[in-house]
């Protein structure tokens, strides 16, 4: 093969092609750091947003009141007050927002993708409880906050909002923005709205474990609160919402924390802080010791709807039923789909160990 080569000019043929392929692999080396600057750069910006930008725009609001702007802070006031039920009235999204490229430098840097195991009737509603909460719950406010992962052409005909804390909608200008990504207050006018006043086709995500789960996140655990939540479950009797279990594997990957221990003062605190304002504080950590999450794999999958009956006023006995229908459910998403997740052998042990006897009540 080498004489034939030589005799047809091989070898500098061969040469040029390799230098062409130094070049072009150069190249593709190059755009992949840039890739990687924007994704981290798109993580960043939420990540400072989710600690940041509630109090800044406080702040923000405020010092226009003692400058010449203070007219812009006065209307915006005013404003405020005549709409201040809108979001508890389905919003203000923006399919605008919602589509930003940024979202999709944000999802590519973990990666984070949308497993979906079952049709969603849009002639229906449901009630989506995610699990686990995780520190900031990247995977869920990236499949169903924004259409990065694809949610509306994976689930056709179907509306999906995310229920965060209703004091996040009382912050000044944040409000707006929260809403503009069809985010939506976790109380009961709100859910009540969306699920017999928006019609049919209407996703309600709520992560039911909250703050409690939070404080229990850290690699390699898969612990869910949700043994004494079934207030979930007595909305969507009310309504007549079926329940969808989604898991979202990988979540509590994302970043370390100390953990304090039950009863030590430094977890009252916490305790304290969570009753009072309805989040807990978390000292955690990322990569390299910053802000930043570990790139690790988040895998959000979708269950199949529990077909739940309207009741007006739900029996204790028929919400303990769904409830249970409900976990039974989780637990088997969980454990069709924990090989299938990007867990290591380790971390599959672990989740095989802890997953049902770590149901706990905080």
């Known amino acids: 093969m080498i004489t034939v080569c030589q005799s047809i000019g091989g070898v500098d043929l061969l040469s040029a092609a390799l230098h062409d392929l130094v070049k072009v692999a150069g ?33 923000l609001i405020g010092y226009l009141m003692f400058t010449s702007l203070w007219p812009l802070s006065t209307l915006y006031f005013i404003w405020l007050v005549i709409d201040w039920q809108t979001p508890e009235r389905g919003g203000r999204r923006t399919l605008f927002v919602r589509k930003w490229r940024v979202w999709e430098h944000f999802r ?38 924004t259409e990065s992962c694809g949610f509306a052409e994976t689930f056709p005909g179907v509306r999906v909002s995310l229920a965060i804390l209703a004091g996040l909608f009382r912050i000044p200008l944040f409000r707006e923005y929260i809403m503009s990504a069809g985010l939506s207050p976790v109380s009961k006018p709100s859910l009540a709205h969306l699920l017999s006043k928006s019609g049919k086709g209407n996703a309600v995500v709520i992560v ?69 304002m309805g989040f807990a504080p978390c000292l955690f950590v990322g990569e390299h010791f910053a802000i930043l999450p570990y790139r690790t794999p988040v895998t959000t999958v979708v269950g199949s709807p529990i077909s739940v009956p309207k009741r ?51």
Not at 30 to 51: H, I, R
Not at 108 to 133: Q, R, S
Not at 224 to 248: I, W
Not at 320 to 332: F, N, P
Request: charged share 20%.
């Open 27 to 59: 190249m593709t080396k190059e755009k992949t750091q840039w890739k990687e600057f924007l994704e981290a750069t798109s993580v960043l910006q939420w990540v400072l947003t989710f600690l940041f930008l509630g109090l800044s725009c406080y702040i």
């Open 108 to 145: 590519d840097f973990f990666p984070i993708k949308l497993v979906k195991t079952a049709e969603l009737n849009p002639n229906k509603n449901y009630i989506l409880g995610c699990h686990p909460h995780g520190i900031m719950s990247a995977g869920a406010f990236t499949c169903f906050s």
């Open 208 to 276: 039911i474990g909250g703050a409690a789960e939070s404080l229990a996140s850290s690699p390699g655990v898969n612990t869910v609160v949700v043994k004494q939540r079934k207030g979930f479950v007595r909305v969507a009797l009310e309504y007549g919402a079926d329940l969808v279990p989604v898991y979202s594997f990988g979540e509590n990957e994302l970043f370390k924390q100390v953990i304090f221990s039950e009863g030590s003062l430094s977890r009252r605190l916490q305790d304290l802080f969570k009753r009072i």
């Open 312 to 362: 007006v006023t739900p029996t204790d006995e028929e919400v303990d039923h769904y409830h249970r229908l409900y976990m039974e459910a989780l637990s088997k998403l969980f454990h069709e789909h924990k090989l299938n997740a990007d867990l290591t052998t380790e971390e599959y042990e672990v989740a095989k160990m802890n997953f049902f006897s770590r149901i706990v009540s905080f």
